[in-house]
């Protein structure tokens, strides 16, 4: 069973920077897409960044230009670096793989929470 593992995520006030790391066990995400989304309080899960395997790249409208996705296969991690960052944000993050956008995949990692301050 493969499973996902999220890290990075804290306090930190408006306009600062977090980098969100997911550690897959095995080397999964060099043969799936990976990405993240966000659940925050009282609202739905929506999906934030998606990177595939051969690195194409996507992004929310409300992220674009502020958030950047990686991989680096070696270590089995997929990263997401945050700019910018807006109480907006704040929610709890959740590494996914073999899906994308709407369509997530059917496995999660146990998520991280991230919280901007104004």
């Known amino acids: 069973q493969v499973q996902l593992v999220e890290s990075g995520g804290g306090l930190v006030q408006a306009g600062g920077s977090l980098r969100l790391s997911c550690v897959a066990s095995?080397?999964?995400?060099?043969?799936?897409?990976a990405g993240w989304y966000r659940q925050a309080p009282g609202k739905e899960r929506e999906w934030v960044s998606g990177?595939?395997?051969?690195?194409?790249?996507g992004y929310a409208d409300s992220v674009k230009g502020r958030f950047t996705i990686s991989r680096d296969s070696a270590k089995n991690t997929v990263y997401l670096q945050m700019n910018s960052l807006k109480p907006e944000d704040t929610a709890v993050y959740y590494c996914?793989?073999?899906?994308?956008?709407?369509?997530?995949?059917?496995?999660w990692g146990q998520g991280t929470q991230v919280t901007v301050s104004s």
């Open positions: 996914n793989s073999g899906g994308w956008s709407t369509k997530p995949g059917n496995i």
């Open positions: 095995g080397s999964f995400f060099s043969t799936r897409a």
């Open positions: 990177i595939t395997t051969f690195g194409s790249t």
